[in-house]
């Protein structure tokens, strides 16, 4: 067998026997782990991309498979490790251009086939020390981007904590790696302080900090060079809520360069968010938004698929800025979710138009083991921006998918 399946099967096998290796009635640390708990998860997709920057269509018919063992409690101590494989179930026809996997010529589809050791820490009253998934307040500044097949996770120490200070819940952080959504290991050191305030009816109030000094390596899979003069460190805060059957959402985000960036690396920038809505019923909401970033604003290691469009135009702000005008509604019956939104994209410098995109979802679950989903995207450009490159060119995206969950 290969060295990828030979990690497969050794990370099945100590998943499905642990319970039973660990048996017996010894105290301590052995019993911990006789009281742990296996999870499953297998995703399987067919993802259909239209893009007219491309010379040919993409077709992607891919599975993700999930082990994970998280363990019992001794003296407060826990552990989780989590395996997974990403595989191609037909033909590869579409493209991974960060890892050269596929065809090249082929719109891009970032789930190239990978086995790994997705997430491993050791728990403790609230810390976690290892490589870990990471979603903070509304991801949109950290976040493991679970859309993709592979998750985006870091390595380092996280501490939360909700009891210490009254109506006050804090996450901090230190990081020294983060693994990307196509298995890449890219350098940094983070400090991570997020704290959130529910001392507002209906309301919350969050503050945050999040400085990245990027690493000056090689990416180790494959080859590619990113240097600390693109540090920087983003401030803010974000109100969000609900009052009388209105939902309110703002937030503003300041950018600065930090450690040894430089000006070609790193702008000073800014970023806000405005959102208000309405609760039509229990489970039907609607909500009108504008975000707004500058130039240069960046945010590369948020969960991007959920901002600014699910075709995924803009991963990067684009040289004038972006301004993202969107009205969304969301729903639920029964089993059944719903979700339709409209954006209208523009320059944030001399608003120049770039692009309008209709996306829609609709979800299925069936039981407690089983969602299906059915989910599309159709960006249509703006005639009036040649100059946008890529961002000026028509994209459409279609979703089938199955999970089961156990």
Do not use: C
Request: zero cysteines; a positive charge.
């Amino acid at each position: 067998m290969s060295r990828i399946t030979n990690q497969i099967v050794l990370g099945v096998a100590l998943t499905a026997l642990a319970p039973m290796l660990m048996a017996g009635d010894e105290p301590g640390p052995i019993q911990a782990l006789t009281k742990g708990k296996a999870t499953l998860e297998l995703r399987t997709r067919y993802e259909h991309v239209e893009d007219a920057a491309s010379a040919k269509t993409a077709d992607a018919f891919t599975n993700r498979l999930v082990l994970g063992w998280r363990s019992g409690s001794w003296e407060g101590i826990s552990a989780f490790v989590q395996f997974e494989n990403i595989s191609s179930l037909a033909e590869p026809r579409y493209f991974v251009p960060q890892t050269g996997y596929g065809r090249s010529g082929r719109a891009v589809v970032a789930d190239p086939p990978l086995s790994q050791l997705n997430q491993f820490f050791i728990e403790w009253k609230g810390l976690r020390v290892g490589r870990q998934a990471i979603n903070l307040d509304n991801l949109r500044f950290v976040g493991s981007v679970a859309w993709r097949q592979n998750d985006q996770t870091f390595t380092g120490a996280t501490f939360t904590n909700k009891t210490w200070i009254p109506h006050t819940e804090f996450t901090l952080g230190h990081l020294t790696q983060v693994q990307t959504i196509v298995g890449q290991t890219k350098p940094i050191t983070a400090e991570l302080v997020n704290l959130q305030f529910s001392f507002i009816p209906g309301g919350h109030l969050r503050v945050f900090h999040y400085a990245f000094d990027e690493g000056d390596q090689a990416l180790r899979n494959p080859s590619g060079v990113v240097t600390k003069d693109t540090s920087f460190a983003h401030t803010g805060a974000r109100l969000d809520g609900e009052a009388w059957k209105v939902l309110y959402d703002a937030s503003f985000a300041s950018q600065k360069q930090y450690k040894d960036a430089t000006d070609s690396g790193t702008l000073d920038a800014k970023y806000r968010f405005l959102g208000l809505g309405f609760r039509m019923a229990k489970d039907h909401t609607v909500m009108a938004v504008e975000e707004r970033l500058d130039a240069g604003f960046k945010t590369p290691y948020a969960t991007l698929h959920a901002w600014n469009g699910w075709v995924d135009r803009f991963l990067a702000t684009p040289a004038k800025g972006l301004v993202d005008r969107y009205g969304q509604y969301r729903g639920k019956a029964g089993a059944w979710s719903f979700e339709v939104s409209y954006h209208a994209f523009s320059a944030a410098q001399g608003g120049a138009a770039y692009g309008k995109e209709t996306d829609a979802l609709l979800g299925y679950k069936a039981n407690a083991w089983l969602t299906l989903l059915l989910k599309a995207a159709d960006y249509r450009a703006d005639a009036e921006t040649p100059t946008l490159g890529t961002a000026n060119k028509n994209l459409k995206k279609l979703w089938i998918q199955a999970q089961l969950t156990f």
